[in-house]
């Protein structure tokens, strides 16, 4: 279970969507807020599975959306 594979990763800015955008500093010293980044094969204790759009993933993450669809179907 992994970000790639979750229903709050949004690509192709590798954000997570699961909270609110957090504040931040912007380059002119305003304030902003902006998604947390995570790569495709970081995780947390938040996943949930959603739809997957495999062309989008990367190759590691469509590889694993794979290999779960077939281990779900085994059971």
């Not at 954000?15 to 995570?38: F, K």
């Not at 949930?48 to 062309?55: A, E, H, L, S, V």
Request: net charge positive; proline share 8%.
């Amino acid at each position: 279970m992994h970000c790639g594979d979750c229903r709050f990763w949004r690509q192709p800015d590798n954000q997570c969507r699961r909270n609110a955008p957090l504040p931040m500093r912007g380059q002119q010293g305003t304030m902003d807020t902006a998604w947390p980044l995570v790569a495709s094969d970081d995780w947390c204790g938040e996943y949930q599975p959603g739809y997957i759009d495999r062309t989008s993933l990367p190759v590691e993450a469509q590889a694993r959306a794979r290999a779960g669809h077939k281990e779900r179907a085994q059971h």
